[in-house]
């Protein structure tokens, strides 16, 4: 197992420089919270990681093409979740 909470510590940095530097629907954002939500899901933090995951695809929504793969990642990662939770009708 990795050390998850390192791996944390060192995204939750980066994404704060990110904040300062870029406007708040740019892509990198999206890419940082899917980052943080990824470490949530393989720490069992299912509700955080869904509201991490939920962050990055509202910037994807906003700010790429419907049909961009990047969206339907985070649509997986987000049904992911659900199904490991055992919600199945989300």
């Given at each position: 197992?990795?050390?998850?909470?390192?791996?944390?510590?060192?995204?939750?940095?980066?994404?704060?420089?990110?904040?300062?530097?870029?406007?708040?629907?740019?892509?990198?954002?999206?890419?940082?919270y899917n980052n943080i939500g990824q470490v949530y899901k393989n720490t069992g933090d299912y509700s955080k990681a869904l509201?991490?995951?939920?962050?990055?695809?509202?910037?994807?929504?906003?700010?790429?093409?419907?049909?961009?793969?990047?969206?339907?990642?985070?649509?997986?990662?987000?049904?992911?979740?659900?199904?490991?939770?055992?919600?199945?009708?989300?």
């Amino acid at each position: 197992m990795g050390d998850y909470s390192k791996a944390l510590e060192f995204y939750e940095k980066a994404l704060k420089i990110k904040e300062k530097a870029l406007p708040p629907n740019h892509p990198d954002l999206a890419i940082s919270y899917n980052n943080i939500g990824q470490v949530y899901k393989n720490t069992g933090d299912y509700s955080k990681a869904l509201e991490f995951y939920e962050k990055s695809l509202k910037i994807k929504e906003k700010a790429l093409p419907p049909n961009h793969p990047s969206l339907a990642i985070s649509k997986h990662d987000i049904g992911l979740t659900y199904e490991t939770m055992g919600e199945y009708s989300k």
